[in-house]
């Protein structure tokens, strides 16, 4: 068997970082704490996190990218994996007990070098009432007003906008937006495969801020809001709730005793469970998906299969290509 052709689902162990804003909501969705108190990330995607089961067991993301990144990865998932040739696709789940702080990231040109620039989106899995999130300046406050602030040593709080937010609500994060993700939400993260984060303002926590690269990186014009995503349940093509350059998100509701059956991709595919208990079918194999549980579909794989016996909300983010 040549081992680096992957077409059956990969089932992954994400990786839990901890974070002075972390809790312990993400075993609320089926991530296994491992009895630790302030996870802030469960990072399901990344090319360190390692295979949960089947025959590559054990071994990491990375390392199975490694065998044949072209074939896995396909020709344009391989220019957004970068330099490193990393999985094009990083996807975490993200409890924010405590509110994160004011942030801004870079895009690829201006990104440090060996650095992938940072654009995001974020799926609303639970929020308390009236928690807010922050994306974007006011009406009327420009770059000029953030660095005064900054430089003042003012709170930029009260530049930025403020949206209350409930399950289900998609927010589209270009890299250059300034934003937070407030006290009370857990989220599902897609975005490209970068670390790269500028803090502007990080509420006393004493952690570097990055004024001089975070003005620079602001995009004062970015103002994105809260949306509502069409929801895919048939045969149908892709729905997306986001689509860009980088990456393309879509929910799929799966009733009980159904599935939905998708075609192959160019690109690899991440499918990660935030309701019920699915199953994702492709190449004869099969994997149990659970709330919490993420698979990867490698470029090409397919065609795949997403069902239920009970019914189940599945995130499916793709490349794009």
């Not at 040549?2 to 609320?28: M, Q, V, Y």
């Amino acid at each position: 068997m040549d081992t680096s052709i992957i077409t059956e689902p990969i089932l992954l162990t994400p990786r839990l970082d901890a974070k002075p804003w972390g809790g312990t909501n993400l075993s609320r969705f089926g991530v296994d704490l491992h009895g630790e108190s302030a996870v802030g990330e469960a990072v399901l995607t990344s090319t360190d996190v390692t295979v949960k089961s089947g025959r590559h067991a054990g071994k990491t993301l990375g390392e199975l990218i490694a065998l044949n990144p072209l074939k896995l990865l396909g020709r344009h998932g391989v220019g957004l994996g970068g330099p490193n040739r990393d999985f094009p696709l990083l996807a975490k789940l993200i409890d924010a007990t405590a509110p994160l702080s004011i942030q801004v990231h870079p895009t690829n040109e201006i990104a440090p070098d060996g650095e992938m620039g940072k654009t995001e989106a974020w799926y609303v899995l639970a929020a308390n009432p009236g928690s807010t999130i922050m994306a974007g300046l006011k009406p009327g406050i420009e770059k000029a007003d953030v660095e005064a602030a900054m430089r003042s040593g003012e709170s930029i709080e009260q530049l930025v906008s403020h949206f209350e937010v409930e399950p289900g609500d998609v927010l589209f994060l270009p890299a250059g937006t300034i934003h937070a993700l407030g006290a009370g939400i857990v989220i599902y993260e897609i975005q490209q495969p970068s670390f790269v984060t500028y803090r502007l303002q990080d509420w006393g926590r004493n952690r570097e801020l990055h004024i001089d690269s975070g003005l620079t990186a602001l995009k004062p014009d970015l103002r994105p809001v809260p949306q509502k995503p069409l929801i895919r349940t048939t045969d149908s093509h892709p729905v997306p709730a986001v689509q860009c350059q980088h990456f393309a998100l879509e929910v799929l509701q799966i009733g009980a005793a159904q599935a939905i059956i998708l075609a192959p991709d160019v690109g690899p595919q991440v499918f990660t469970t935030i309701a019920g208990k699915a199953e994702l079918s492709a190449s004869q194999s099969d994997v149990a998906m659970p709330i919490g549980s993420t698979a990867v579909l490698f470029a090409n794989a397919g065609p795949a299969r997403v069902s239920s016996l009970t019914g189940a909300r599945v995130l499916r983010a793709w490349t794009n290509g």
